[in-house]
């Protein structure tokens, strides 16, 4: 009994000795937010859209006869797309089977109808052939050496040569020794001149677009929003693809960093200016099955957001148009609404100023 009561007066002390429970909160602390209030603004709405650059005139060169190909010592790996070359430059040759053979047995008969003559020419001059027989040896001859000019003539034209000066642009690379069928293109050849560049756009934005826009070209090597040239808009199509797009033309005013002909680009197309118009960030816009939305803060319930759908229009400059749904004067989270639920409790806080 007296081993029990001592236990009893230990575990009463270590009762004493620990700390009271924390109490548990009873609702989350507020989320930190940056907030920003929706007015009217002039607004510069962009389109987003891809094409090819295409240079003033294009040169097909294609393959006119059955044979090997091989490349001049310059190309010696075959053709590349964005070589410069001047016109009349050999671009391949095509070592045809059939023509070898020709040209082969058009020299041999020249070797023996000359022989033949130089025979018959000594034999006329020692007076024992007749003027006659000299002179259908002559005629052999000078036919079996208008062959070998002709065939010459065809072997000659087995080299791929330029038909003007530009740059090449090659879609499908044909690799050395490889054997060719009539009628193969070879390359293109891109001529001098403005260049132009045929884009696409959706069906849905045919009536933003028109002639007269500025556009500016984005190559997929340089980092996000970084130009590489400048157009203008010459041409939208009234017709719409079987794809549903739309076609247009863009004239290059402004070509500097703007990659070869046949390559791909990417178009930033500067719609009509709105004067007003209600925008927000890009950040604050919160995407999910039920469509577009964003976070109003009501004051009257100590800064709570409330979830709210919007419809949005064009984009620009990182910020998207608000046709529905908002009103000038609220106060919207733009940053952090990613993590926020409806109803949950905020605190605005303040950009530092460095």
């Known amino acids: 009994m007296r081993l029990l009561a001592i236990l009893s007066l230990l575990l009463l002390s270590l009762s004493a000795c620990s700390p009271a429970p ?16 929706v007015k009217w603004e002039p607004f510069q709405p962009t389109l987003a859209l891809l094409g090819v650059v295409q240079p003033a005139g294009l040169a097909e060169v294609a393959i006119p006869v059955a044979g090997r190909l091989d490349y001049p010592g310059r190309f010696a790996g075959g053709l590349t797309t964005g070589a410069a070359v001047r016109e009349g430059e050999i671009l391949a040759r095509i070592s045809s089977h059939d023509s070898a053979a020709e040209l082969a047995e058009a020299r041999l008969r020249v070797e023996l109808t000359s022989s033949e003559l130089a025979r018959h ?13 000299l002179a259908s040896f002559k005629a052999e001859a000078d036919l079996a050496r208008s062959r070998l000019q002709a065939a010459q003539g065809r072997a000659g034209r087995l080299s791929l040569r330029s038909p003007v000066s530009g740059s090449l642009i090659v879609d499908h690379r044909i690799p050395p020794d490889s054997e060719v069928t009539p009628g193969t293109p070879l390359v293109r050849v891109a001529a001098g001149g403005s260049l132009k560049v045929e884009g696409r756009a959706a069906a849905a934005d045919r009536g933003r677009l028109h002639p007269g826009l500025k556009v500016r070209f984005v190559s997929s090597g340089l980092q996000s929003g970084e130009a590489s040239g400048e157009g203008i808009i010459r041409e939208v199509s009234p017709m719409v693809e079987a794809g549903g797009t739309v076609p247009l033309i863009v004239e290059v005013t402004d070509p500097e960093g703007l990659p070869a002909p046949g390559e791909g680009v990417e178009l930033r197309v500067e719609l009509d200016a709105r004067p007003q118009a209600l925008t927000v960030p890009e950040d604050s816009l919160v995407v999910s099955e039920d469509g577009s939305a964003v976070f109003v803060v009501d004051r009257r319930e100590g800064l709570t957001a409330r979830r709210r759908a919007v419809e949005t229009g064009a984009r620009g400059g990182g910020r ?35």
Do not use: T
């Open 320 to 354: 998207i148009e608000v046709v529905r749904g908002l009103d000038p004067g609220e106060r919207l989270v733009v940053s952090g609404a990613s993590l926020l639920e409806d109803g949950d409790r905020v605190v605005e806080v303040k950009d530092v100023k460095k």
């Open 22 to 37: 924390a109490d548990v909160p009873e609702e989350m602390p507020a989320a930190p937010v940056r907030l920003e209030a």
């Open 121 to 133: 020419q000594r034999a006329f001059d020692a007076g024992v052939e007749a003027a006659a027989v």
